[in-house]
C-alpha cells in the first residue's frame, strides 16, 4: 500500500464563525493558494451572515447553532476525502503539511488517526512531542493532544460509529476536553492511533482557555474526567491539581474551590448519563 495517498485524498474540515468572505483562508493559507485544496467549511453564524464561496474544491455548511463539537460532528458527516485534517480558522498550515500528512499514512495504512506537531508564532514546538513515531494506547496519551493535530482516515473512523461529544468543547456546556474522549473512544474500537513527529500547523501559544477562572476550569475537569475515567475521576483530578500546584498554577487557597468546582461538574455531568 505504500505510496497510496497524495495529497488529492486529502481534506481539510475548518471549523469557523461568523465569516462572510474568504479572508480568514487567505489568512490560513499565505504559502499557497487554498483553491489547491478541498476545503469543507462548517460556519456558525446566522440566516442574515452567511459565506459563499464558489469552486469545486469548497463546500461550504452554514450552521445556526453553536458548539465547536457539533461542527466537527457535521464535518465528519458530510465529508468526502480519504484523510481528513481537523482544523480551526486560527492557523496557519505549513507549506509542505500535505506531503507531511500523506507520508505518514502511507507508512501506516492501518491507522484510524494520526496527530502531528503545532509549532508557535516563533516556529517554536507549541508543546513538548515525542521525538519520534509513537502508537497512542492509552487514554493518558490522548490528553494533551489538540483537535488541531488530529488528521483521520475517515473510512476507519466512521466505521465506529465515534463521535465528538457534544457536551464538551468550545460553546458547550463543558467547555474543553473533546478530543480526549473522542481518541478516547476511537481506542475503544480498537483503530489503531500514532503520533507522527512532523509539523502540519502554526498557532499563537495563546490558547482559548488561558484567561479561565480556576473555579471555571475545575468544573469542566470534574465532568471531563468523569466521562473519560468513570469513578477514577477523583484520583486523576487529584493528580493534576497536584501537578498545578507544583507548576505554580494553581495557589494553595483555591486548591478546595477547585475539587468542590469539580465535584459540582461531575454532578452536573451525571445527570445526563
Not at 481539510?12 to 490560513?28: C, E, P, W, Y
Request: glycine share 6%; hydrophobic share 40%.
Amino acid at each position: 500500500m505504500a505510496g497510496e495517498y497524495t495529497k488529492e485524498d486529502i481534506e481539510i474540515l475548518i471549523a469557523t464563525m461568523d465569516r462572510q468572505d474568504d479572508g480568514f483562508l487567505k489568512s490560513m493559507f499565505p504559502f499557497t493558494d487554498y483553491h489547491e485544496y478541498k476545503l469543507l467549511i462548517v460556519n456558525q453564524t446566522t440566516e442574515e451572515n452567511k459565506l459563499h464561496i464558489q469552486h469545486n474544491n469548497i463546500r461550504v455548511f452554514n450552521v445556526f447553532e453553536k458548539g465547536l463539537s457539533k461542527s466537527r460532528n457535521l464535518a465528519l458527516k458530510n465529508a468526502n476525502g480519504k484523510i481528513c485534517i481537523f482544523t480551526d480558522d486560527d492557523v496557519i498550515f505549513k507549506k509542505s503539511f500535505t506531503e507531511s500528512v500523506a507520508k505518514a499514512f502511507n507508512e501506516f495504512p492501518d491507522a484510524g488517526l494520526i496527530s502531528f506537531m503545532t509549532e508557535d508564532e516563533k516556529g517554536q514546538p507549541f508543546k513538548k512531542y515525542a521525538d519520534s513515531t509513537k502508537r497512542i494506547v492509552s487514554t493518558k496519551d490522548c490528553l494533551n493532544i489538540m483537535s488541531i493535530e488530529m488528521v483521520v482516515n475517515l473510512q476507519n473512523v466512521k466505521n465506529t460509529g465515534c463521535r465528538f461529544d457534544e457536551r464538551f468543547g468550545l460553546g458547550a456546556q463543558f467547555g474543553m476536553g473533546e478530543e480526549a474522549i473522542y481518541l478516547s473512544c476511537l481506542l475503544q474500537n480498537n483503530l489503531e492511533l500514532y503520533s507522527y513527529p512532523e509539523t502540519i500547523v502554526i498557532h499563537p501559544k495563546l490558547s482559548t482557555h488561558t484567561s479561565i477562572s480556576v473555579k471555571d476550569k475545575y468544573y469542566i475537569q470534574g465532568a471531563f474526567f468523569s466521562k473519560l475515567l468513570g469513578s477514577n475521576y477523583m484520583y486523576w483530578l487529584l493528580l493534576k491539581i497536584m501537578y498545578e500546584f507544583k507548576q505554580h498554577r494553581i495557589r494553595l487557597n483555591q486548591i478546595i474551590p477547585a475539587i468542590t468546582a469539580a465535584k459540582k461538574g461531575r454532578a452536573d455531568f451525571l445527570k445526563y448519563e
